[in-house]
């Protein structure tokens, strides 16, 4: 008896399926699927959420989060990275108002350039880096266009504690610019609050004092070499890089279009008036 159940036993054992490790192989195939599935959904939702936060949330923080109107890509096909354009959109209202010392030691507010296009730039007299150049091409500007037309020039300090009036005069000097029509303006009490302010959100450019190894001598600022033309209502027009020459001819070609020809002291108004009579 013994004998006979185990070997009936031994029988039913051998007959039994063995146990699955796990779900068959289509099944297997179909979870994998879903849970890549799952995984790439939930990871796009999450970056999706993250960057439209980070948009709202810096929007007050930094300032050229509300200067981006359209950004754009570029492929220069020749295997180089791609070039990203970002088309600042400045506000219809204009620039802000400011009050600001001119090197001549008079008070200038934005109401003082009303009337008259005015082109802005932006330097500090100790500059090592490419001042230089911005402020060369400010005196072509004025070689070119002061004569018959009533353009204004405006070249604003990022280092307003060492470039105060007088030494804002000396650095004038250098480039023959005009005491009336190319101004020089500072804080003469030395503080960025007001001028940092202006250029990052009326402007929409980028100013800082530079920090850790990129501090040097003459590189104690970072700030842009743009140029911009600030219309007769001092509504922005548009930025070029006063640095590359391409761009600083479309700048010359817009100012020959805008630039209505006049005397030293006559403003587009009144050469319309004079033409109505």
């Known amino acids: 008896m013994s004998d006979s159940f185990s070997s009936e036993k031994s029988s039913l054992a ?5 146990p699955m490790n796990g779900p068959p192989s289509v099944l297997r195939w179909f979870f ?3 849970g890549l599935f799952c995984f790439v959904l939930i990871g796009a939702w999450v970056a999706f959420g993250m960057r439209g936060r980070g948009d709202s949330d810096n929007a007050g923080l930094n300032p050229f989060a509300r200067g981006k109107d ?7 096909g020749d295997g180089r990275p791609k070039v990203v354009k970002i088309e600042m959109k400045w506000s219809e209202n204009g620039i802000s108002d400011f009050e600001l010392t001119e090197r001549s030691g008079r008070v200038v507010h934005k109401s003082d350039l009303e009337g008259h296009p005015w082109v802005v730039s932006f330097i500090f007299t100790n500059c090592a880096g490419p001042c230089a150049k911005v402020s060369a091409a ?5 070689k070119e266009f002061f004569a018959e037309t009533d353009l204004r020039l405006v070249t604003i300090t990022v280092d307003p504690e060492r470039d105060q009036p007088e030494q804002l005069s000396k650095y004038a000097a250098g480039y023959e610019a005009d005491s009336e029509r190319w101004l020089f303006l500072t ?3 030395g503080k960025k609050d007001k001028i940092y302010p202006l250029i990052n959100r009326s402007f929409l450019m980028p100013v800082e004092e530079a920090t850790g190894e990129m501090r040097g001598p003459g590189f104690e600022f970072i700030h842009t070499n743009n140029v911009l033309l600030v ?11 006063s640095t590359n020459e391409a761009e600083f001819a479309q700048l010359r070609r817009a100012l020959k279009k805008r630039l209505t020809k006049t005397t030293k002291d006559e403003t ?7 033409k109505s009579e």
């Open 14 to 18: 051998n007959d039994t399926p063995a």
């Open 32 to 34: 994998v699927i879903n």
């Open 70 to 76: 359209t950004i754009e890509e570029e492929d220069p």
């Open 138 to 142: 400010m005196q072509r500007l004025q």
């Open 187 to 189: 804080d003469p009490t």
């Open 231 to 241: 219309d007769e209502h001092g509504v922005v027009q548009g930025k070029w890089l």
């Open 268 to 274: 587009p108004a009144d050469v319309e008036k004079a």
